[in-house]
Every structure is written in C-alpha cells, then in structure tokens.
C-alpha cells in the first residue's frame, strides 16, 4: 500500500505559477505509475498528467500541454505538478494517485488517491 498527501495549493492570479507536490509513504514509490488528476465543482474528475516508474515517460493533457510538467524524485517519494500560466479554468481541486499496473490517463486504472489539495485562480 501506499498512502499519498498533497500539497502547494492556494489562490493565486491568472498567469501566475504554482507548484503541487505528492509525498508518498512506503518504501516502493518506484515501483508506482503516478498521475495527476483535477476535479472543478460539478464536473467530473480529470486526467492532467502522468509519470512513469523511472520518470523517462510522461503525458500531459492537451489542456494543460506546455503550461503544465509533471516530475517524480523517487529517491525523496515525491512527485510534482509545475503550473505555470495559470487560467480561471485551473480552478479545481486538485489529486495526486498511484497505479501499479501502467502509466494512464484513465481514473480506473489508479488504485491509491490523496485527499486533494485546492488551487484557484482568480482572473
């Protein structure tokens, strides 16, 4: 098992960055896929980005693609979100998971979610 927690999040203004990280426990944080997801009020929860094992792999939403970079420092247990240009529609909470199987941009396929951590972004 592996427990995720996020954090990073705050208010920030459109155009402006923000960093997110994920601290994972366990001793196999290398042997985890992880992803980023989203999820804005009254919407469903979406992929934002993936990173493989080893990190030599990643996968950027095309929503987000060159604005947004995923990164993992499996030696610290971290993985993390760099923001930058930041628009209104950011505005979610935001969720690190982990996923044994596959690097994926799908919900399904991810067995371990954090709590989320909340970014918005005023205009």
């Known amino acids: 098992q592996v427990q995720l927690v996020e954090s990073g999040g705050g208010l920030v203004q459109a155009g402006g960055s923000l960093r997110l990280s994920c601290a994972a426990s366990?001793?196999?944080?290398?042997?985890?896929?992880m992803g980023w997801f989203r999820q804005a009020p009254g919407k469903e929860r979406e992929f934002v980005a993936a990173?493989?094992?080893?990190?030599?792999?990643?996968y950027i939403a095309d929503s987000v693609k060159g604005r947004f970079t995923i990164s993992r420092h499996n030696a610290k247990n971290t993985v993390s979100l760099q923001m930058n240009s930041l628009k209104p529609e950011d505005t979610a909470v935001y969720y690190c998971?982990?996923?044994?199987?596959?690097?994926?941009?799908?919900?399904?396929?991810?067995?371990?979610w954090g709590q989320g951590t909340q970014v918005t972004v005023s205009s």
């Open positions: 998971a982990a996923n044994s199987k596959r690097s994926s941009p799908h919900l399904q396929a991810y067995d371990y």
């Open positions: 990173i493989s094992r080893s990190g030599s792999s990643t």
């Open positions: 366990g001793r196999t944080f290398s042997s985890y896929n």
